[in-house]
């Protein structure tokens, strides 16, 4: 059975910093991509950073750039997202999702299959 699984979301203040993980079983992790989306209340669900299967690339939505930085251990099957700076505007149900493929990466939402539950983050102004 293939699962994601978020954690580590939660509420701080304008400013501050979290950092979510995806636990991954049931998969070849090494073999995907692996990406972090978020969807706002009210929003389409947007990309926000990848990382290859073998961690050398990676990618990130304009707003995540400098703030944001995304990481994946494959001896754990684990993905991170780093979250510095955070503002209002980073409040999301954050998911994280698997693509299929040892070498590209994608910021399409539909390329991504499986996608963990999602994790709140909250920033307060």
């Known amino acids: 059975q293939v699962q994601l699984v978020e954690s580590g979301g939660g509420l701080v203040q304008t400013g501050g910093s979290l950092r979510v993980s995806c636990a991954a079983s049931?998969?070849?992790?090494?073999?995907?991509?692996m990406g972090w989306f978020r969807q706002a209340p009210g929003k389409e669900r947007e990309f926000v950073a990848v990382?290859?299967?073998?961690?050398?690339?990676?990618y990130y939505t304009d707003s995540a750039k400098g703030r944001f930085a995304i990481s994946r251990s494959n001896a754990k099957n684990t993905v991170y997202l780093q979250m510095n700076s955070l503002v209002p505007e980073d409040t999301a149900v954050y998911y994280c999702?698997?693509?299929?493929?040892?070498?590209?990466?994608?910021?399409?939402?539909?390329?991504?299959?499986?996608w963990g539950q999602g994790t709140q983050v909250t920033v307060s102004s």
């Open positions: 990382i290859s299967a073998g961690g050398g690339l990676s």
């Open positions: 999702a698997a693509y299929r493929s040892p070498f590209r990466i994608s910021t399409t939402v539909t390329d991504y299959d499986p």
């Open positions: 049931g998969l070849t992790f090494s073999n995907y991509a």
